[in-house]
Protein backbone atom coordinates (compact mmCIF):
# COMPACT_ATOMS: atom_id res chain seq x y z
CA UNK A 1 0.00 0.00 0.00
CA UNK A 2 1.43 2.99 -1.04
CA UNK A 3 1.60 5.43 1.90
CA UNK A 4 1.14 9.23 2.81
CA UNK A 5 4.08 11.50 1.43
CA UNK A 6 3.13 14.68 3.43
CA UNK A 7 6.59 16.10 1.76
CA UNK A 8 5.58 15.28 -1.87
CA UNK A 9 3.66 18.09 -3.21
CA UNK A 10 5.65 21.06 -1.71
CA UNK A 11 9.08 19.31 -2.38
CA UNK A 12 8.05 19.38 -5.79
CA UNK A 13 7.02 23.00 -6.10
CA UNK A 14 10.11 24.29 -4.29
CA UNK A 15 11.89 22.18 -6.63
CA UNK A 16 10.57 24.11 -9.66
CA UNK A 17 11.12 27.33 -7.75
CA UNK A 18 14.91 26.79 -7.38
CA UNK A 19 15.23 25.24 -11.31
CA UNK A 20 14.02 27.96 -12.66
CA UNK A 21 16.05 30.83 -10.94
CA UNK A 22 18.55 28.55 -12.02
CA UNK A 23 18.28 29.60 -15.24
CA UNK A 24 17.28 32.93 -14.38
CA UNK A 25 20.70 33.88 -12.44
CA UNK A 26 22.52 32.34 -15.41
CA UNK A 27 21.23 34.42 -17.93
CA UNK A 28 21.99 37.59 -15.96
CA UNK A 29 24.79 39.76 -16.04
CA UNK A 30 26.07 41.40 -13.06
CA UNK A 31 27.54 44.05 -14.68
CA UNK A 32 24.43 45.55 -16.05
CA UNK A 33 22.95 48.56 -14.28
CA UNK A 34 19.37 46.79 -14.50
CA UNK A 35 19.67 43.31 -15.08
CA UNK A 36 20.54 41.92 -12.47
CA UNK A 37 16.55 43.25 -10.61
CA UNK A 38 14.72 40.26 -11.49
CA UNK A 39 16.80 37.35 -10.37
CA UNK A 40 17.81 38.87 -7.24
CA UNK A 41 14.70 39.82 -6.07
CA UNK A 42 13.51 36.12 -7.05
CA UNK A 43 16.23 35.03 -4.71
CA UNK A 44 15.24 36.66 -1.77
CA UNK A 45 11.85 35.46 -2.36
CA UNK A 46 12.58 32.05 -2.41
CA UNK A 47 15.05 32.55 0.50
CA UNK A 48 12.07 34.13 2.60
CA UNK A 49 9.53 30.39 1.22
CA UNK A 50 12.34 27.88 1.57
CA UNK A 51 13.03 29.40 5.48
CA UNK A 52 9.16 29.79 6.23
CA UNK A 53 9.03 25.83 5.09
CA UNK A 54 11.82 25.20 7.29
CA UNK A 55 9.99 26.50 10.65
CA UNK A 56 6.91 25.21 9.61
CA UNK A 57 8.48 21.50 9.23
CA UNK A 58 9.84 22.15 12.55
CA UNK A 59 6.86 22.92 14.26
CA UNK A 60 4.30 20.41 12.82
CA UNK A 61 6.02 17.79 11.38
CA UNK A 62 9.24 17.43 13.14
CA UNK A 63 7.31 17.04 16.99
CA UNK A 64 5.84 13.46 15.30
CA UNK A 65 9.55 12.87 14.73
CA UNK A 66 10.91 13.48 18.13
CA UNK A 67 8.54 10.98 19.64
CA UNK A 68 9.46 8.42 17.53
CA UNK A 69 13.05 9.10 16.67
CA UNK A 70 14.70 11.64 18.70
CA UNK A 71 18.46 11.02 17.16
CA UNK A 72 16.62 11.21 13.53
CA UNK A 73 14.95 14.77 14.71
CA UNK A 74 17.89 16.27 15.77
CA UNK A 75 20.12 15.54 12.68
CA UNK A 76 17.42 16.99 10.61
CA UNK A 77 17.08 20.09 12.52
CA UNK A 78 20.86 20.64 12.10
CA UNK A 79 20.18 20.41 8.71
CA UNK A 80 17.51 23.39 9.13
CA UNK A 81 20.20 25.15 10.75
CA UNK A 82 23.31 24.70 8.33
CA UNK A 83 20.22 25.86 5.40
CA UNK A 84 19.39 28.75 7.54
CA UNK A 85 22.94 29.43 7.40
CA UNK A 86 23.70 29.13 3.81
CA UNK A 87 20.18 31.41 3.34
CA UNK A 88 22.37 34.31 5.29
CA UNK A 89 25.34 33.79 3.56
CA UNK A 90 23.56 34.20 0.19
CA UNK A 91 21.43 37.52 1.77
CA UNK A 92 25.32 39.22 2.83
CA UNK A 93 26.06 38.76 -0.53
CA UNK A 94 23.06 40.40 -2.21
CA UNK A 95 23.38 43.32 0.05
CA UNK A 96 27.63 43.74 -0.58
CA UNK A 97 26.56 43.44 -4.75
CA UNK A 98 23.85 46.27 -4.15
CA UNK A 99 26.02 48.29 -2.10
CA UNK A 100 28.74 48.31 -4.67
CA UNK A 101 29.10 50.60 -8.01
CA UNK A 102 32.38 49.09 -9.17
CA UNK A 103 31.80 47.13 -12.02
CA UNK A 104 34.47 44.28 -11.43
CA UNK A 105 33.42 43.96 -8.00
CA UNK A 106 29.80 43.26 -8.95
CA UNK A 107 31.06 40.81 -11.49
CA UNK A 108 32.86 39.03 -8.40
CA UNK A 109 29.87 39.39 -6.29
CA UNK A 110 27.43 38.24 -8.60
CA UNK A 111 29.81 35.16 -9.19
CA UNK A 112 29.80 34.02 -5.74
CA UNK A 113 26.01 34.33 -5.62
CA UNK A 114 26.07 32.38 -8.40
CA UNK A 115 27.97 29.47 -6.83
CA UNK A 116 26.85 29.67 -3.20
CA UNK A 117 23.24 29.57 -4.51
CA UNK A 118 24.41 26.31 -6.33
CA UNK A 119 25.78 25.06 -3.26
CA UNK A 120 21.98 25.86 -1.52
CA UNK A 121 20.21 24.11 -4.37
CA UNK A 122 22.54 21.31 -4.25
CA UNK A 123 21.95 21.11 0.01
CA UNK A 124 18.62 21.36 -0.11
CA UNK A 125 17.68 18.78 -2.88
CA UNK A 126 19.60 16.11 -1.06
CA UNK A 127 18.08 17.34 2.33
CA UNK A 128 14.38 16.80 0.76
CA UNK A 129 15.53 13.39 -0.78
CA UNK A 130 16.05 12.57 3.35
CA UNK A 131 12.96 13.71 4.50
CA UNK A 132 11.07 11.95 1.21
CA UNK A 133 12.99 8.67 2.33
CA UNK A 134 14.25 8.50 5.80
CA UNK A 135 12.47 10.79 7.88
CA UNK A 136 9.27 9.32 6.00
CA UNK A 137 10.19 5.76 6.61
CA UNK A 138 10.58 6.74 10.32
CA UNK A 139 7.49 8.35 10.26
CA UNK A 140 5.75 5.76 8.36
CA UNK A 141 6.88 2.79 11.07
CA UNK A 142 5.39 4.71 14.15
CA UNK A 143 2.35 6.56 13.14
CA UNK A 144 -1.10 5.42 10.70
CA UNK A 145 -1.39 7.70 7.90
CA UNK A 146 -4.10 9.39 9.15
CA UNK A 147 -2.50 10.76 11.90
CA UNK A 148 0.14 11.70 9.51
CA UNK A 149 -2.18 13.67 7.52
CA UNK A 150 -3.92 15.49 10.38
CA UNK A 151 -0.09 16.58 11.02
CA UNK A 152 0.15 18.39 7.84
CA UNK A 153 -3.37 19.49 7.75
CA UNK A 154 -2.75 21.25 10.56
CA UNK A 155 0.65 22.89 8.74
CA UNK A 156 -1.31 24.02 5.58
CA UNK A 157 -4.45 25.19 7.80
CA UNK A 158 -1.71 27.56 9.79
CA UNK A 159 -0.39 29.07 6.43
CA UNK A 160 -1.60 32.59 5.97
CA UNK A 161 -3.07 33.20 2.33
CA UNK A 162 -0.11 34.64 0.82
CA UNK A 163 1.97 31.69 1.92
CA UNK A 164 -0.96 29.55 0.11
CA UNK A 165 -0.65 31.23 -2.72
CA UNK A 166 2.61 31.67 -2.95
CA UNK A 167 3.66 27.76 -2.07
CA UNK A 168 0.71 26.83 -4.17
CA UNK A 169 1.86 28.62 -7.37
CA UNK A 170 4.72 26.48 -7.78
CA UNK A 171 3.23 23.42 -6.63
CA UNK A 172 1.03 23.80 -9.75
CA UNK A 173 3.90 24.66 -11.80
CA UNK A 174 6.01 21.76 -10.98
CA UNK A 175 3.17 19.01 -10.32
CA UNK A 176 1.64 16.43 -12.88
CA UNK A 177 -2.34 16.45 -13.51
CA UNK A 178 -2.71 13.44 -11.19
CA UNK A 179 -0.58 15.17 -8.44
CA UNK A 180 -2.41 18.39 -8.63
CA UNK A 181 -5.84 16.16 -8.50
CA UNK A 182 -4.95 14.32 -5.80
CA UNK A 183 -3.43 16.74 -3.76
CA UNK A 184 -6.53 18.76 -4.05
CA UNK A 185 -8.88 16.19 -3.28
CA UNK A 186 -7.05 15.55 -0.09
CA UNK A 187 -7.39 19.07 1.00
CA UNK A 188 -10.97 18.84 0.25
CA UNK A 189 -11.77 16.15 2.43
CA UNK A 190 -9.44 17.53 5.28
CA UNK A 191 -8.72 21.25 5.35
CA UNK A 192 -10.92 24.33 5.86
CA UNK A 193 -13.41 25.14 2.68
CA UNK A 194 -11.63 28.58 2.24
CA UNK A 195 -8.31 26.99 2.08
CA UNK A 196 -9.93 24.50 -1.03
CA UNK A 197 -11.22 27.24 -2.79
CA UNK A 198 -7.92 29.49 -2.58
CA UNK A 199 -5.80 26.33 -4.36
CA UNK A 200 -8.27 25.57 -6.75
CA UNK A 201 -8.84 29.35 -7.91
CA UNK A 202 -5.11 29.47 -8.01
CA UNK A 203 -4.72 26.20 -10.37
CA UNK A 204 -7.19 27.91 -12.73
CA UNK A 205 -4.78 31.03 -12.47
CA UNK A 206 -1.53 28.40 -13.13
CA UNK A 207 -2.49 25.90 -15.46
CA UNK A 208 -3.29 25.90 -18.61
CA UNK A 209 -7.52 25.65 -19.33
CA UNK A 210 -7.11 22.33 -21.08
CA UNK A 211 -5.46 20.86 -17.60
CA UNK A 212 -7.19 22.62 -15.39
CA UNK A 213 -10.45 21.02 -16.56
CA UNK A 214 -8.79 17.87 -16.10
CA UNK A 215 -8.03 18.12 -12.54
CA UNK A 216 -11.74 19.84 -11.64
CA UNK A 217 -13.31 17.04 -13.05
CA UNK A 218 -11.13 14.76 -11.01
CA UNK A 219 -11.42 16.41 -7.79
CA UNK A 220 -15.20 17.06 -8.28
CA UNK A 221 -15.14 13.01 -8.94
CA UNK A 222 -13.72 11.70 -6.28
CA UNK A 223 -15.48 14.28 -3.65
Sequence with gaps: MQRFNLFYMIHKGLRAMMYELSISLQHTDFAGAADHHHSLEWLEHLLEIFDAHAGHEDKYVF???Q????????EMEKEHV???ALSNELRSLIAAYKNTTDIAEKRSIGSKICYTYYAYVAFNLTHMNK???VVNQSLWNNYPDQQIVQANMQMVSAFTPDEVRRNAKWIMRGCSNGDISGWLGTIKKNAPEHVFNLLMSIA????????????????????
Design 63 to 65: PLL
Design 67 to 74: ACDPALQD
Design 82 to 84: TDI
Design 131 to 133: EET
Design 204 to 223: QEELPESRFEKVQNAVMAAA
